[in-house]
């Protein structure tokens, strides 16, 4: 069965060639123009991977990505941004998403992370997977983090960072090492993705996020988890 993919983009040039370039990949793609629509495609579609314009006339990509999650914890959202401040694109990952792309962008490169992530689904065990860093409980089955009574979700991204992390734990894993092996793509030095997801799970998991002593850096290389 195709695996079904949601591109809320409201610019018809961009959707157009969007649909048109994962249709010819072998995806089954739905498009909407509108944020509201977008919503509502997402829960009568249900999709595999959400492809997500920050940009909307009516309702913004981060009202639409908070909307998305209140239905479905789990299906992978990639937003699209012409914002380069990193605040903005920190803020995506804050409401939901699992990962994003600056436009202008590569359409192979966005291919390349939507066939990651299905690969990567695809490779998860079915049995609960649980482990502890500090006072939190991660179940990369249920993609949760627990602490006490309070449970939060985890997107697909943030747990596949945890896995290799917690795989590796006490030993440097370098950002590029990362990038190849969570995203699926090649090592780039102005790529921040690692980094601001790195800063994403630091304010769930660490007791204080500007001081962190389970997601520690190791300059010139990338991070080590100390659980």
Known sequence: MKKRILIVE???HIALGL??????EGFAVVVAHRGHEGVRLAREEKPDCIILDLMLPDLNG????????RADRHVPIIMLTARSQEADKVRGLDVGADDYVTKPFSVNEL????????????????APETFTIGDAEINLSTQTLKRGK??????????????????????PV???EILSKVWGLDGNPTNRTVDNFVVKLRKKIEPSP??????ITVYGTGYKLAP
């Open 62 to 69: 981060y009202k639409v990505c908070e909307e998305v999650r």
């Open 150 to 171: 309070a449970v939060e979700p985890l997107s697909f991204y943030e747990v596949e960072l945890l896995r290799l992390l917690h795989a590796r734990a006490g030993t």
């Open 174 to 176: 370098g950002r590029d």
């Open 10 to 12: 409201d610019e018809p």
């Open 111 to 126: 291919v390349a992370r939507i066939r990651a992530i299905f690969r990567r689904a695809a490779l998860m065990p079915g």
């Open 210 to 215: 500007d001081k962190p002593v389970h997601i």
């Open 19 to 24: 649909r048109d370039a994962l249709d010819f």
